[in-house]
């Protein structure tokens, strides 16, 4: 790196700052209403949005969790449709996904709650609509721990297939050698 001691005296040739004393006037006046933060001015440009406020069953917070973690997953009713008919190959299944949705099953308490208002859903809030189907899926705990043992086994059971398919041919190639024959034809 090379260092340049600073120097205090006049540039010799012209530079963008040459120009800054040719006497450029300010308007401190427009400057100040540019950056001034006035509230009418937030208020102008702020985007209003008015969310539909509909009955809440479910506490906020739990709402807010419930919301980020169905937030990329499939629709509520075509997990509850899969998981009704135990359809494993319906869903990208994952142990992840399987976890998520039995943080996401509402409570015994909260299912109660919800099924008051099984006849007029759009009276609830859309995350209390999203769960509602999790309320009428009979056995929900029993069939997530066979979609668990799925989720988990899929991968395993896969893994143990290819090393059995690599001792089958292994096995195979060994019945056909002609050298391996010779050999133990030699000790007999």
Known sequence: MHWVQ???KQPERETVFGD??????LDTDALASLLNCAPSSLKRCAPQRKWKEGVKVLEDTRAQNIAIGLRRQPPPKDICEAFATLELS???LSDDLVELITNVLPTPEETQKLKIHQDSPENLRD????????????????????????ALHTESAAMYLQRC???HLAATE???SQELRRVLAVNH
Do not use: H, N, W
């Not at 800054?20 to 006037?25: E, I, L, N, Q, S």
């Not at 995350?127 to 309320?135: A, G, M, N, S, Y």
């Open 6 to 8: 600073p120097q205090y």
């Open 20 to 25: 800054a004393d040719a006497g450029m006037d």
């Open 90 to 92: 319906r869903l990208a």
């Open 127 to 150: 995350i209390e609509q999203k769960v509602l189907p999790f309320c009428f899926l009979p056995r929900a705990t029993a069939r997530l721990r066979v979609f668990r043992f799925a």
């Open 165 to 167: 398919q690599t001792l």
């Open 174 to 176: 060994a019945r056909s």
